[in-house]
């Protein structure tokens, strides 16, 4: 019976996914798509507001946050333990686990852990590779390291991502989402060039 339960779950996540985005919402923050070249570099990085990023405050949300959900939810953590993460937390001098996705696609982090971050890619991603990824796959492996190499440079640029906080005839007026958002919001990064089926895939084998 419960094997029967488990195959059916993922007749409807494969087959009718909408089921499980009803009444989801993003987790608050910045979600941002990262698009890389076949060298490694961003193509698209801050991009446009819209379509290759957005910011939810709770309020609206946006067209592309909605598309954006499924993508966070293939990256989340499975039960409510901390040490379900892929983050070792064995990194000197910080605290455990200060990322929170569970993806070797995503990279998922609180506001107030900025600092901290640059220092956790290395076993973060490591860790994520191991766990999810196939002994063999040397390709996808490799993908995900230029990923991990791209976030690394991208860091610093998180402030470039800015709304508009007044817009007249005369002029407009920009703030940095990051420097305005809550120290409790997120950070996400998530990989374009991977297709969403390889999400559900590395999710499934976490």
Same mark, same amino acid.
């Given at each position: 019976?419960?094997?029967?339960?488990?195959?059916?779950?993922?007749?409807?996540?494969? +087959?009718? $996914?909408?089921?499980?985005?009803?009444?989801?919402? $993003? @987790?608050?923050?910045?979600?941002?798509?990262?698009?890389?070249?076949?060298?490694?570099?961003?193509? +698209?990085? $801050?991009?446009?507001?819209?379509? %290759?990023?957005?910011?939810?405050?709770?309020?609206?949300?946006?067209?592309?946050?909605?598309? /954006?959900?499924?993508?966070?939810?293939? =990256?989340?953590?499975?039960?409510?333990?901390? *040490?379900?993460?892929? %983050?070792?937390?064995?990194?000197?001098?910080?605290?455990?686990?200060?990322?929170? =996705?569970? @993806?070797?696609?995503?990279? &998922?982090?609180?506001?107030?852990?900025?600092?901290?971050?640059?220092?956790?890619?290395? $076993?973060?991603?490591?860790?994520?590779?191991?766990?999810?990824?196939?002994?063999? *796959? @040397? /390709?996808?492996?490799?993908?995900? /390291?230029?990923?991990?190499?791209?976030? &690394?440079?991208?860091?610093?640029?998180?402030?470039?991502?800015?709304?508009?906080?007044? @817009?007249?005839?005369?002029?407009?007026?920009?703030?940095?989402?990051?420097?305005?958002?809550?120290? %409790?919001?997120?950070?996400?990064?998530?990989?374009?060039? /991977?297709?969403?089926?390889?999400?559900?895939?590395?999710?499934?084998?976490?």
């Amino acid at each position: 019976m419960i094997q029967e339960i488990i195959n059916y779950t993922k007749y409807l996540k494969e +087959n009718s $996914p909408m089921v499980f985005e009803e009444g989801l919402e $993003p @987790s608050k923050g910045l979600h941002i798509f990262v698009e890389l070249d076949e060298e490694g570099n961003a193509i +698209n990085f $801050p991009g446009e507001k819209g379509v %290759d990023w957005d910011y939810y405050d709770g309020k609206e949300i946006s067209p592309f946050l909605k598309s /954006i959900i499924p993508y966070e939810q293939e =990256s989340k953590r499975i039960g409510t333990r901390m *040490d379900k993460v892929l %983050d070792t937390g064995k990194v000197e001098g910080s605290k455990k686990f200060q990322i929170f =996705s569970c @993806s070797p696609y995503v990279l &998922s982090f609180k506001k107030q852990s900025f600092e901290l971050i640059e220092s956790r890619l290395k $076993p973060f991603f490591e860790n994520a590779i191991k766990i999810c990824l196939k002994e063999d *796959d @040397s /390709i996808t492996e490799q993908k995900v /390291i230029a990923f991990k190499n791209a976030i &690394s440079l991208l860091l610093n640029k998180i402030g470039a991502f800015k709304i508009r906080t007044i @817009s007249t005839d005369l002029f407009t007026e920009e703030e940095s989402v990051f420097e305005s958002m809550k120290s %409790d919001f997120f950070i996400h990064l998530y990989y374009k060039n /991977i297709p969403f089926s390889e999400y559900v895939i590395a999710h499934q084998t976490y």
